[in-house]
């Protein structure tokens, strides 16, 4: 009664304030009326009209704001799903505590635990096709109480097997997932894709049954990929994905550290399954890639840009860890990492040809198609050292494709493989002088240096494409990036000549340590000395900085560690070599200012520093 009361006379203070406030209106239309029939101005009067009509609308709209929050806290959805959760875990709570109590057994139990779970999952899909703002508590109550059922039923009470878990999981988590993709419900697939996961690999830990929780996870990525595709969770596809990756690499690993290789244990781990099923999650995340980039007109984010790598790459590591301890031979794995790399390099040209400007999609499968091809030859031969020729190869190449497709990502891969060639040459140990076969070493260095050349002297006749480039039309406008095509040249051309004066040395003479060490600062100054020459002869102050930095490396190791750690004739043609640095530096270094002096007072054109004279003009 006192409600009614109250709502009665809230309701005619309500209106008594409208009246109030269209009788101050119609007080100020006749004002109006009698001033202007008078011709007085109004201003005053108005003033005191406005200030006298009480804020009736933000008075409404805070009164609707504290309505809002009441509508929220009391008769929204929080409360009653609070209401529902606690009543779906009271009916939960009792059918355990029958079950701890032995009312019941512990199958029967664990069969009404699965069965009630199950109800709240196909009573949340009805809630949800009534637009019922309880519709999300359910399936999420549900989905969760059904992980702890099959977690408890299976490790404590052992009373469900590890195959029917796996089921339990796949088809609960299939219709959440379905739920979630028809309603748009983001909430419901992420609780399916890394809910089920994570149970998945906790069953069993740490020898569960890796095929079905590869097809468990599989089929978290596959919604994944369906979500993103509608536009909903678009981070599911980050998390699932990241789950896989741990799930192989700890299969991987597993399958890498048992002492002995035998059948019991290819059982125990399925040695059988993993490659098929990397193959399969491969070619999945690698198709859908590909459909992506050429059906979409969005530009590629950072999850596409990087996933034919790591998908590719990874999956080929992965393999290869596992091939080595238990088929000895690699033989097999490196052709269908051939295969694999030229999969992607097609890919790559496919797109670059359906979009031509830019060849938006085609620089990530090249990246991932050349790596994998080293990598293939490299596993066929057994040897890293035969992925540098590729490598190499590829990346001159690239700069050429580059210009072609008018790409300036591609280009600048192109400088990444020829650095990343000269990086797994040192690693692999074919630079060392004493390398067990000459021969093949002469072949892989001097690819190399003669690669890396051809790239630098191509890259400094042609200006880089602007256009579509990132790197080039903000971060490196004038190419000095190229530097790393010359430095990675030099450095083969030392090691190519330092084997060979090893191989000689060896031969020929008795003071093998002295000969050598001296030999090599002969070498590097005569390095300084020539790119000395080519920096006067094109007026290049790239070349001529490198050259610089050179010959102040020779003249280092000729006057600290030469100088103290050598002696004899060796020391002698050491110094003398340094010698020759200074004398030609200082000639160039003269040749240079008067030709300075001469182009200002001529006012001749300085070509641009790093290109040849005839890209000059085309560059700037």
């Not at 890259?459 to 430095?487: N, Y």
């Not at 200082?586 to 001469?598: A, I």
């Amino acid at each position: 009664m006192i409600d009614t009361q109250n709502v009665i006379e809230g309701q005619l203070k309500s209106l008594t304030e409208k009246v109030d406030s269209l009788q101050a209106v119609v007080d100020e239309l006749s004002a109006r009326m009698h001033k202007l029939e008078k011709g007085e101005p109004l201003k005053e009067k108005r003033k005191q009209v406005q200030a006298a009509i009480p804020p009736l609308q933000e008075q409404q709209a805070n009164l609707q704001d504290q309505q809002g929050m009441l509508k929220k806290a009391g008769t929204g959805a929080l409360l009653p799903r609070v209401a529902a959760v606690c009543f779906a875990l009271v009916i939960a709570l009792t059918l355990r505590t029958i079950s701890d109590n032995e009312i019941i057994n512990i199958q029967l139990g664990s069969m009404l635990g699965l069965g009630y779970a199950a109800a709240l999952i196909i009573g949340g899909w009805w809630l949800y096709s009534r637009l019922s703002r309880l519709a999300p508590v359910f399936p999420a109550c549900g989905l969760l109480l059904l992980f702890s059922v099959v977690l408890e039923s299976h490790g404590r009470f052992e009373s469900l097997s590890s195959v029917m878990a796996y089921i339990i999981l796949f088809i609960a988590g299939s219709v959440v997932m379905a739920l979630g993709l028809r309603y748009r419900a983001s909430s419901q697939l992420c609780l399916a894709g890394l809910g089920t996961g994570l149970v998945g690999m906790s069953i069993d830990f740490p020898y569960p049954v890796y095929p079905l929780l590869a097809l468990l996870l599989f089929g978290g990525a596959v919604s994944g990929y369906i979500a993103n595709r509608q536009k909903i969770c678009p981070s599911l596809r980050y998390t699932t994905f990241g789950l896989i990756i741990v799930f192989w690499l700890f299969w991987a690993f597993k399958l890498n550290v048992p002492p002995t290789c035998d059948e019991p244990t290819a059982a125990i781990l399925h040695l059988s399954w993993f490659y098929p099923l990397l193959l399969i999650i491969w070619l999945f995340f690698t198709v859908t890639n590909i459909h992506r980039i050429a059906t979409d007109t969005e530009d590629l984010g950072f999850f596409e840009s990087l996933l034919p790598t790591i998908a590719g790459v990874g999956a080929f590591l992965a393999a290869w860890s596992v091939t080595v301890p238990w088929y000895r031979t690699t033989l097999l794995l490196g052709i269908v990492g051939v295969l694999a790399g030229l999969l992607h390099l097609v890919s790559g040209g496919w797109l670059a040809a359906r979009n031509k400007e830019g060849a938006i999609g085609s620089t990530t499968y090249t990246f991932a198609g050349i790596l994998l091809l080293s990598l293939g030859v490299a596993a066929i031969f057994s040897n890293l050292l035969w992925s540098v020729p590729i490598l190499s190869v590829s990346a001159y190449l690239l700069a050429r494709v580059a210009n072609r497709w008018q790409s300036g990502g591609i280009r600048c891969t192109s400088y990444l493989f020829q650095l990343v060639a000269g990086v797994v040459a040192v690693a692999s140990g074919v630079v060392a002088a004493d390398f067990a076969s000459p021969l093949v070493g002469s072949l892989v260095i001097g690819t190399l240096m003669t690669m890396s050349f051809l790239q630098y002297r191509w890259c400094r006749s042609h200006a880089p494409p602007l256009m579509h480039s990132a790197f080039f039309s903000w971060l490196d406008r004038k190419d000095f990036s190229a530097v790393i095509l010359l430095l990675t040249g030099l450095m083969s051309g030392f090691f190519l000549l330092r084997l060979g004066l090893y191989q000689v040395l060896a031969r020929s003479t008795a003071d093998l340590d002295f000969m050598f060490r001296g030999g090599q600062t002969v070498f590097i100054n005569l390095g300084a000395v020539f790119l000395l020459m080519v920096a006067s002869r094109r007026k290049n102050t790239e070349i001529l900085t490198v050259a610089i930095v050179v010959g102040l490396l020779g003249m280092l190791k000729s006057f600290v560690f030469d100088l103290f750690g050598i002696k004899g004739m060796p020391l002698v043609f050491s110094v003398f070599s340094s010698g020759v640095v200074a004398a030609v530096g200082s000639v160039v270094s003269s040749r240079w200012q008067g030709k300075k002096e001469k182009a200002k007072q001529g006012n001749i054109a300085v070509p641009a520093e790093g290109l040849d004279p005839k890209v000059a003009t085309h560059h700037h």
